[in-house]
């Protein structure tokens, strides 16, 4: 995360749309200042995942992105 106000909540979800599996929420663990991490993360099948990352700021303010990631 970048410098700015604390987020209230921060959630992440995993989802292959070509074999229409998930959202599959993932558990974030804060690992150092700014620095989030999903560990014992174990997705059923390769392809291309779709990570969504929903940071919210306040009960009005929530920045969502999403990023698509290979896995072989």
């Known amino acids: 995360l970048s ?7 921060l959630t992440a ?6 074999k229409q599996i998930g959202p599959i929420p993932l558990s974030l663990a804060a690992n150092g200042t700014n620095l ?6 174990d997705l059923p099948v390769s392809g291309t995942w779709v990570f969504t990352l929903v940071v919210t700021i306040s009960s ?6 999403d ?4 896995l072989n």
């Open 36 to 41: 989030f991490a999903a560990s014992g993360l």
């Open 60 to 65: 009005f303010d929530a920045v969502t992105t």
């Open 3 to 9: 410098p700015g106000p604390e987020p209230q909540q």
């Open 67 to 70: 990023v698509a990631v290979h």
């Open 13 to 18: 979800t995993a989802t292959q749309t070509a």
